[in-house]
DNA sequence: GCATATTTGTCCGTATGTATA
DNA sequence: CTATACATACGGACAAATATG
């Protein structure tokens, strides 16, 4: 029994369900992967799951320590200060030199909507989905594929520390209605009052992850 | 003949190497890397070298076409001008809330004295070097382990510009007493006017590197 | 503290599909 | 259009490091 017939995208292909995996709480953080056992499971060669693990290795999902092999990683204090900190510094910017009519702002109004639509089903983690989509479609207002790049590095490392938080209703309700009346503030092409509401935002968010995560520690 | 008794840091040490040969231009931009031929040359097996790919394919030094092999990154203009938005973004707060007696401070300037003595030998090429770890040293006053990382794939891709063209006197000379300038001032506790300069060094800069590039396509 | 089992790190050989001369 | 080269993926092997009894 040779080589299986598919020969393309099998590495990108498991780097999605693992991705699926990991943010959606099915591998609990600090979990150690054993490749062997994975790979079995998987029915992919350790070698091609190797290559999945370099990828979300780089991506902060993963951390390799030498000889002991991968395991989920698990969102520190530390780590949530540090991305709230590199989401102020990349997104308020991009939100207060935004063009109104940049494509992006139609990704923005979606995901409003689709939050909304979320909101009234209560389906708080599809909130939090809507919600990430909204911040990005921000950063895609600055038009830089590296900026991009970078955010959706950090949105996986976020929706990791928010599986671990559970995905409460205080968490990401409050901002259904915010988020829609920063899209109309930068339509109505009044950036600066934009980029406060974002500044606001991203401080009551940071106080309430920051305080659910204590809880969570104080067990 | 089994496996070689080395076993750890095969990968890291053969990024290491790759990632020189690739700045240093012993590899040329648009050059097609055969992992058979590669994997020989370097004495290592092609499984290995195939997770080096994928470490400097994420880190933008190698660009990846499916099925037909990774190939040296080519800059772009296009690049070019995403890289200097992405640092004006990130240096120029930095240095602005920096905090004057913090221990990166103490790397500036031993980027600038590296910077300084090499431009004495003339050779530009370790001017360059030295400068870019003052700007590393600019971000890591941050004190952002997320920023840092991004940092280090912006001046890997910066490296690999440089490389493609040529390191002139003119691209680097000029900026040995600039940076000794703005580190007087944030010493000083003057980081509105220590930012201002940075500002300026990165419009010259990229003035000059746009230009030259142009120059280089105009054949 | 030691012997042993497990697991990672690395190698090789090979099959198959895709691209190119 | 055929031949060839190459990237992709598989499975098996073994050495070294770590974990376990």
């Known amino acids: 029994m040779p080589a299986r017939p598919v020969t393309a995208g099998l590495v990108e292909h498991t780097a999605v369900s693992l991705r699926e995996a990991i943010a959606g709480g099915a ?28 990828l979300l290795t780089q991506e902060g ?32 910017p991009s939100l207060a ?18 939050a909304h639509a979320a909101a009234q089903d209560r389906d708080w983690r599809r909130v939090g989905s809507a919600n990430m989509e909204f911040h990005a479609a921000i950063v895609a207002l600055a038009d830089s594929p590296r900026l991009t790049g970078f955010f959706t590095r950090i949105a996986a490392e976020m ?23 920063i899209l109309a503030r930068l339509v109505a092409e009044d950036q600066p009052e ?8 991203l401080t009551m968010s940071e106080r ?4 659910a995560f204590a809880r969570l520690e104080s067990d």
């Open 27 to 54: 591998l609990a953080p600090g979990q150690r992967l054993s490749e062997a056992k994975l790979a079995g499971e998987l029915d992919i060669s350790r070698n091609t799951l190797r290559e999945v693990f370099r």
């Open 61 to 92: 999902l993963l951390r390799h320590e030498p000889n002991r092999g991968v395991a989920v990683a698990v969102p520190s204090m530390a780590a949530i200060l540090d991305i709230y900190r590199v989401r102020r510094l990349i997104e308020v």
């Open 208 to 211: 309430k992850v920051m305080s």
């Open 159 to 181: 929706r990791l520390a928010f599986g671990l938080l559970g995905s409460p209703e205080d968490l990401h309700a409050p901002y259904v209605d915010l988020n829609r009346e």
């Open 194 to 201: 934009a980029a406060r509401m974002l500044e606001a935002y």
């Open 97 to 114: 030199q935004a063009w109104p009519r940049h494509a992006a702002v139609a990704r923005m109004g979606v995901a409003v909507e689709r």
